[in-house]
């Protein structure tokens, strides 16, 4: 399937989004030989060991059209936290942006705008940012997201704004012919001192079947504070690729949640280069699979400078024939000295087919550094079940709140409160399903 | 109310429970001794429902009903509460969220009306007095970070919360100091009442100096190997256990002496 891929290029590639940017279609043209050495990636690889994305690979998946679908309020409703009015939002359906869905009225100066509107008004920061990154050099997905990248979000904050509502970046996707991908492509810019939260949300609200191929670059520049949170409610035939990117300077903090309760396959990257002293990151997820989805999360905290710090907390929940894979690679460079770094993953497995693969990475080429990672799966503590019982609750009633319990320690690290009570509904919500 | 023939409980195959009778009628304090491995906590938590223990023989009436055909949730809407040795922990869960849970779904079973967050909290509020509790361990997950004392206390309101008709307190007074000891005692005695009836299980005696038993029987080896009065207590703190165990065996009472 990679020459579906290889001449679906050729054929696209003078109608691309930014095709008047010579600088853009360098890119693309230099991505899409990327991927012509690489092709897809097997389980031989070893960043990819436990996810066999054949199921992707064997579908001549093409770009989304843009049939315009319209959803009542009351199918889209159940996703959005009830205040959502009074957040600024960005909402793309089926890779178009919906204008009277997205608000943009309460920026107090923060740039939020469409990947198109963007490569027109900030073209020269855009440039900046597309040629520094070398990441799609070991992700073959990444490679076509940069070679097809048709819309996304540009988020710039300055220097030292901090604005106290989240933003949503908000992608719904139900195409009506079941060969459709979407590649989008989001920035964030967070310059100097500033703060937000921001909250990237996949969405699939009917049954049918497509591939979304999403990446998002965040710079966070000194001092700045940024809290990320990806919540993929894709549908449950869809296929999700996604990656975050970060990097970190100067005393500057990240934050970020990985929610990953839908799709047939899930593949999330998360990746923070602390890249000056001072910087803390934290990187937090929880999956729920269920049926016969998987979900793979492949995290890398890169400590390129001394005294900084990193917490990882990643927890599952596997039912069914659900399949979830971690894995925690934390770097520390020879000059990182003082690095302060914790990582742990731990699992709910709530049948006897559901799997999880987990796997630790430490490398540490630092001397004076203090890292320390676990990783734990289990079941529902039978003590623990007794005790609520014994209280009157049904054993269903139990296990729910047992579940629901397990859950909050992820929850309760999301440090804006607006999104943290959103994100405790969708559990919620999940979790009853 | 509770009615205990010729019971025979086992884990794993080993027998714990070898022949036990009792007898508890409403309104009675029954105290329950015994050393270390002589099945007082495998009688509390097979009571209770748990089903880690088989049964070999033997029957357990309450209120005239089978009980051991009831699972662990039926027996707590039924009115038994086990106030547990070691209570265990939940992270993730509020223990205010965890007593309204247990609260109204025990009601709505009895066909009381549900509260809402508000009346039940006047309602907790109340009740944390009884067992002089921090009322901020009302927000924090269940048992997390409890030290020993506030884990009973915690139980103790539970049971103040869930009104049982029987309470089987399995080892209340471990871990306590003395004055959590009193606290905790005067919190089950202010729960006396005629139509609710109490097992106590203890190691000491010293409890029972706090919690009146209008009974006391000395569990050994899965038997009741003597039953009398209070002064019993006194006499085993006196003599030790080791008093009764060279004491012929088969002296398990049916009925129980009146007082000794």
């Known amino acids: 399937m990679k020459e579906h891929y290889l001449s679906y290029f050729q054929k696209q590639k003078d109608g691309l989004c930014g095709k008047e940017f010579p600088w853009l279609k360098r890119i693309r043209e230099e991505a899409i030989s990327v991927f012509a050495k690489t092709g897809f990636p097997t389980t031989k690889d070893e960043r990819w060991k436990h996810t066999d994305v054949s199921s992707i690979v064997q579908i001549p998946f093409e770009l989304g059209n843009g049939a315009k679908k319209e959803f009542s309020n009351s199918t889209l409703d159940p996703f959005f936290p009830k205040n959502s009015k009074e957040f600024s939002s960005l909402f793309f359906v089926n890779g178009k942006l919906d204008q009277e869905r997205s608000n943009l009225n309460r920026l107090e100066g923060v740039k939020v705008k469409n990947f198109s509107q963007a490569l027109r008004e900030d073209n020269d920061l855009l440039r900046k940012v597309f040629e520094s990154q070398t990441s799609f050099k070991n992700n073959p997905f990444l490679a076509l997201n940069a070679a097809f990248m048709e819309n996304g979000a540009f988020v710039f904050l300055p220097t030292s704004k901090r604005l106290e509502y989240p933003i949503y970046l908000i992608f719904v996707s139900s195409p009506t012919n079941d060969l459709t991908s979407f590649y989008s492509k989001n920035i964030v810019f967070a310059q100097e001192g500033s703060q937000a939260s921001i909250v990237e949300m996949y969405v699939g609200p009917e049954k049918n079947r497509y591939f979304v191929n999403t990446a998002t670059q965040i710079i966070v520049e000194v001092g700045a504070s940024i809290e990320h949170t990806k919540i993929q409610l894709e549908s449950e035939d869809a296929f999700h690729i996604g990656a975050v990117s970060v990097l970190q300077n100067r005393s500057s903090q990240f934050t970020s949640q990985s929610l990953s309760f839908g799709g047939a396959l899930t593949r999330n990257d998360f990746c923070s280069v602390l890249n000056e002293e001072g910087g803390e990151c934290s990187l937090n997820g929880l999956y729920i699979a269920k049926g016969k989805q998987h979900v793979d999360h492949y995290t890398t905290i890169d400590h390129a400078k001394p005294h900084c710090m990193s917490r990882e907390l990643y927890k599952g929940i596997l039912d069914g024939h659900g399949h979830g894979v971690f894995t925690g690679k934390i770097i520390v460079r020879k000059d990182a000295q003082k690095s302060d770094a914790y990582q742990m993953n731990r699992n709910l497995l709530l049948s006897k087919d559901a799997l999880i693969d987990t796997t630790p990475q430490l490398e540490i080429f630092a001397n004076d550094v203090k890292c320390s990672h676990g990783a734990t799966v289990g079941k529902l503590d039978e003590d623990e079940l007794f005790y609520l019982r014994s209280r009157g609750l049904e054993l269903n009633t139990a296990r729910n709140l047992l579940v629901q319990g397990y859950t909050n320690e992820v929850i309760d690290l999301i440090k804006n409160k607006n999104v943290q009570q959103h994100v405790k509904e969708l559990v919620l919500q999940r979790l009853g399903a | ?260």
Request: charged residues 25%; without cysteine; neutral net charge.
């Open chain 2, 1 to 260: 109310m509770l009615k205990i023939t010729n019971l025979h409980v086992s884990i794993d195959g080993n027998e714990i429970i070898k022949g036990l009778n009792l007898d508890v009628r409403d309104g009675e304090v029954h105290a329950i001794m015994g050393p270390n491995g002589s099945g007082k906590s495998t009688l509390a938590q097979f009571l209770a429902g748990r089903e880690t223990y088989e049964l070999k023989n033997g029957s357990v009436t309450y209120k005239g009903k089978n009980l051991l055909s009831m699972s662990v949730e039926e027996r707590a809407w039924e009115g038994i509460f086990l106030a547990f040795q070691y209570p265990v922990s939940i992270p993730g869960i509020k223990n205010i969220n965890l007593l309204r849970t247990a609260f109204n779904s025990i009601r709505k079973r009895r066909n009381l009306p549900e509260l809402d967050a508000f009346d039940f909290l006047n309602l907790v509020k109340e009740k944390v007095r009884l067992v002089e509790m921090d009322s901020d361990l009302l927000g924090r997950a269940v048992n997390d970070g409890f030290s020993g004392g506030e884990k009973k206390r915690n139980e103790i309101l539970q049971m103040a919360v869930l009104e049982p008709t029987l309470a089987i307190l399995d080892e209340t007074d471990s871990g306590l100091d003395i004055d959590a000891l009193r606290i905790v005692a005067s919190g089950v005695n202010a729960l006396r009442k005629s139509d609710r009836a109490m097992i106590v299980i203890t190691h000491y005696q010293r409890l029972l100096d706090y919690i009146v038993p209008d009974y006391v029987h000395v569990l050994s080896e899965g038997m009741i190997v003597k039953s009398g009065g209070r002064e019993l207590a006194k006499e085993l703190e006196k003599k030790g256990y080791s008093w009764i165990e060279k004491e012929p065996k088969g002296g398990s009472t049916v009925h129980l002496p009146t007082g000794v």
